[in-house]
Nanobody
Framework: QMRLVESGGGLVQAGGSLRLSCAAS????????MAWFRQAPGKEREFVAT????????DYTDSAKGRFIISRENAKNTVYLQMNSLKPEDTAVYYC??????????????????WGQGTQVTVSS
């Protein structure tokens, strides 16, 4: 169906920037809502950002607003998460996810049926 592969994670100092990429394989990329979630050790998975299939609608968790930007290039089957002004609290494994066909943006993880393997982001103080 659809396979998602994240990349771009790494170690960065507080205040720095990092851009995550999520490459999708499949034939339905242009029709799905995409999102980024993250999970820190010992904590539950949390929503970070989402973007509609057309790219016209975006939503962010409060802690990401003003610092993170989600975007997509449908021609490349790729979703991005630009992260600026990173904080140690942003340290987590970041996952990209895809919704079912035609679904609207959502912060609920149950709406996303395809998931990547995750990429580690570590922010040092």
């Amino acid at each position: 169906q659809m396979r998602l592969v994240e990349s771009g994670g790494g170690l960065v100092q507080a205040g720095g920037s990092l851009r995550l990429s999520c490459a999708a394989s499949g034939r339905t990329f242009e029709s799905v809502t995409m999102a980024w979630f993250r999970q820190a050790p010992g904590k539950e998975r949390e929503f970070v950002a989402t973007i509609s299939w057309s790219g016209t609608i975006t939503d962010y968790t409060d802690s990401a607003k003003g610092r993170f930007i989600i975007s997509r290039e449908n021609a490349k089957n790729t979703v991005y998460l630009q992260m600026n002004s990173l904080k140690p609290e942003d340290t987590a494994v970041y996952y990209c996810a895809a919704s079912g066909l035609g679904w609207s943006t959502s912060q609920e993880d149950v709406k996303y049926v395809y998931w990547g393997q995750g990429t580690q982001v570590t922010v040092s103080s």
